[in-house]
């Protein structure tokens, strides 16, 4: 592939992705507020996706993570530790619970559901100050499997995907349409771009690279003075 062929794919690429992320984003967005309605109003929180002629192709959910452990107020939780565990303390410029610690303590208190912490070395149950179990954001999760993914390709390729795919990449119009006749007319052109091109292989392979006006011609091709 050339330098030119390269940078012509990028840049289609690159306006592809980018038309496609921004309807992705959006789209993600309104599925999830869909699914949040859903679930108020019938308690649905898992829908299938299907294709226009009804094949399912995967599903959308709402996930609810569960509770999980947080600190609340740092200042209780760190002369918590100061007093039972002095030595996962660091000491800078402020007092603070070293990390891998404080990660140990609320993933165990996430574990049990209640803000407390049995101590393995003790045996003791602590009633962990300045640590609340919080709920989290409920969001989406989209499962397509990979016969899913070949339905959707399928159906991108013959064309009847619809408005799930944005005006910059879907496909022209089909024939019968009021498209009948650019699509004539791009047929004519790719018809004699192919003619064109089978003349230059055939010059190619006649030796043309040899000929003495080799070199001004690629001057011409590239744009340099006639």
Known sequence: ???????????VLSTLADAIGGQLKDAKKELEAGLRAA??????????????EGQDIGTASLVQPKAAAAVTDPDKFTAWVI??????ITRR???????????????????????EW???ETGVIHEVPGVAMQGRAAYTRLTVPDA???????????????????PAIAPGPAEGSQGDGEVE??????????????????????????????DHARELRDGGAS
Not at 1 to 11: C, F, G, I, P, Q
Not at 83 to 88: G, K, L, P, R
Not at 94 to 115: D, N, R, S, W, Y
């Open 1 to 11: 592939m050339s330098l030119k062929d390269t940078a012509r794919a990028v840049a």
């Open 39 to 52: 679930k108020e109003e019938t308690g649905t929180q898992k829908i299938s996706v299907s294709l226009g």
């Open 83 to 88: 007093e039972n565990h002095a030595s996962e």
């Open 93 to 115: 410029f402020v007092t603070e619970v070293k990390p891998g610690f404080q990660k140990k303590i609320l993933t165990e208190i996430t574990a049990a559901g209640v803000a």
């Open 118 to 120: 049995a101590d393995p």
């Open 148 to 166: 899913g993914k070949d339905a959707i390709a399928q159906a991108w390729r013959e064309g009847r995907l619809g408005a799930a795919v944005p």
């Open 185 to 214: 007319k791009l047929r004519q052109e790719l018809a004699e771009l192919k003619e064109r091109d089978a003349w230059l292989s055939a010059l190619e392979a006649a030796g043309v690279d040899n000929w003495q006006g080799i």
